[in-house]
C-alpha cells in the first residue's frame, strides 16, 4: 500500500475514534425526511463535501453501494427509500470506522420506529478491489473519497465501481475538484491527500476518466466553492481555490458523437413557428426550456439561429433533457 493509503487509514482510523467536525464540510443541507431521526455522533462524523442522496436515483428499492462509510449518515438515509434486509452496502477498509459507523446503525434503529439494522450490510473492503460480483448493483455512491487517490488509482477505482454496477446503473459521487494547477509538493504531502485536499483534479480531467472508463451520461448536479489553501500557510504563489462538485454517471453506451454531458445549459426557440425541430431528434417549442446537455448545445450555437437562446452552464441539472 502507498504511502498515501496508509495516511488515509490512520486519518480516518483517528476521526472514527474521535469525531471530526471540521474534517470535511458538506455544502449542503442535510436531508430533512419524513420520520427520519439522525443520532447525533452520526452527524458529526458526516465526513463529505456534499450529498450523494437524490431520490429521483432511489425508485423502485434499487440495491445500493456506499464505498467509505463514514459514520454511516447516507447509508441511513439510502436505507429510508430501500427498507429491505441487506438493500444498502456499505464498504470500508478502516475497521475502526466500520465499528463506529455500525454502532451509529444500532442507534439510528433504537429513534426510528421504521428503520432495522440489517437494512444495511457493512462490508470490509478495498475501493481498489470490491469483493462483488459483476452487474449487481443499481445504485453506487461516494463522497470525498476518490480524490485522494493518484491517477491511476482513481481508474481502478472507477473501474471496480463500473464493473459492479448493471446496465444503465448510476454513479454517485460528490469530490473536491481544482481548476488551478495543484503544486507538486502538494500533491505529494500524504497528509494534504488524505484529508481530501490536494487530490483535487480539473473537473474536466474528472468527466473524461469517467468516458474513459465507458459512461456514456453525466449529469453535474451542483458545484460550488469548498477551500481555499492560502498560499502564505501552504507556501505557494497563489491561493489555490477548491470547488465541491456532485455527479451522476449513468452506464449506458457512450454515442458514437460523445458522451452526453449536462451542465444545466437550457435552450429556448423564440421564433415565429410552433416548434423548432432540428431533424436530429431535438424539438424546442415556442418559449418552453429545454435541458440540454453541452454537445447539443455546441451544435444549436453552431447553427447561428437569432431566435434560439442557449444558456451558459450553471452546474446545477435536476433532470429532464434533450437524450
Known sequence: MSNYLDETQLLYKNAATEPDVGL???TNPIWQLPELTIPNRMLQMNYGCGSTVHPRDLVNNPKILYVGVGGGLELLQFAYFNRNRGAVVGVDSVDEMLNACQENIIEAQRVNDWFESDYINLVKGNALDLNLADQTIDVAAQNCLFNIFNSDDL??????????LKPNGRLVLSDPICEQKMPQKLKEDDRLRAACLSGAIPLNEYLQKLVNIGFGTIEIRAKRPYRVLASKKFDTLKNITIESVEICAIKDPVPSDGPCVF???SAIYFGDEEFYDDKKGHVLFNNQPLSICDKTATMLESLNKNDIYVSPSDWNYDGGGCC
Open 263 to 265: 451542465t444545466g445549459r
Open 24 to 26: 470535511c464540510c458538506t
Open 155 to 164: 481508474d481502478k477505482a472507477l473501474t471496480e465501481i463500473y464493473r459492479v
